[in-house]
């Protein structure tokens, strides 16, 4: 179970900062800071979701497992975000297996606690509606972006989505890991990172990943990090 930490004053979760000032104050107060560790799953697919997490120093992978080939990363939630959309959907289960990538702080909620405040909150539901919609968005763009673009160009924007959440010009990704994020065996995943490297756009040894060349990668990247970023502007502004 992760630590239970004190909620400061000034959290870093962009969803939330959206909210009007009294509004998200008063939110602030139902939530408890936890330490999230990478590797730790949140959630396996079929398995009920009792609690909501906003990322602010951590960051959660969505992965579906396939019967057959690797399982497929289709989302990855940031302080941009939150996990789960599928609680103020009513939902109580995801096929989908949530898995800490980026160890760190996040804001924890019950389930049911949270689709109270959805209740009582306009603000708030106006908030989290417009993010599903980003969601359902993102997950579409996985999708298409799996079955349309090369891989070199999918792999620049999963890094550049991961450099994003984790804040740092460098982090750790395992061929196994980067392997789910883009749908494709290892030697896949060598090939493409090794032309990136080539074009002096990262650093990788060993899963240790340094971005290089921000507006190259960038370049690189397939149009979908573009849409992605947009998409998120929309609701909470541009990133910080």
């Known amino acids: 179970m992760p630590s239970v930490q004190s909620v400061h004053e000034d959290v870093p979760n962009r969803l939330l900062d959206a909210l009007p000032g009294r509004e998200r104050d008063r939110l602030l107060g139902r939530f408890e800071a936890v330490e999230l560790v990478f590797g730790q799953c949140l959630l396996q697919p079929g398995g009920r979701m009792g609690d909501v997490y906003f990322p602010t120093h951590s960051y959660i992978s969505l992965i579906l497992p396939l019967a057959r080939g690797p399982s497929l990363e289709v989302g990855l939630i940031g302080n941009e975000g939150m996990w789960s959309v599928d609680v103020p959907l009513g939902t109580d289960t995801s096929q989908l297996r949530a898995v800490v990538q980026g160890g760190g702080v996040a804001l924890r909620m019950p389930a049911e606690r949270f689709r109270q405040e959805l209740g009582a909150s306009q603000a708030l539901r106006q908030l989290i509606n417009g993010y599903t919609v980003v969601v359902l968005q993102q997950l579409a763009q996985a999708a298409a972006c799996m079955h349309s673009h090369l891989v070199e160009g999918r792999l620049a924007r999963w890094l550049l989505m991961t450099q994003d959440r984790a ?74």
């Open 167 to 240: 804040h740092a010009d460098h982090f750790h990704l395992t061929h196994e890991y980067l392997a789910h994020m883009l749908g494709v065996r290892r030697v896949g995943v060598t090939v493409a990172a090794s032309a990136l490297q080539q074009r002096k756009l990262i650093a990788y040894h060993r899963g240790d990943i340094a971005v290089l060349d921000r507006r190259g990668l960038e370049s690189a990247a397939c149009e979908c990090y573009a849409a992605d970023l947009l998409s998120y502007a929309r609701i909470n502004g541009p990133s910080k």
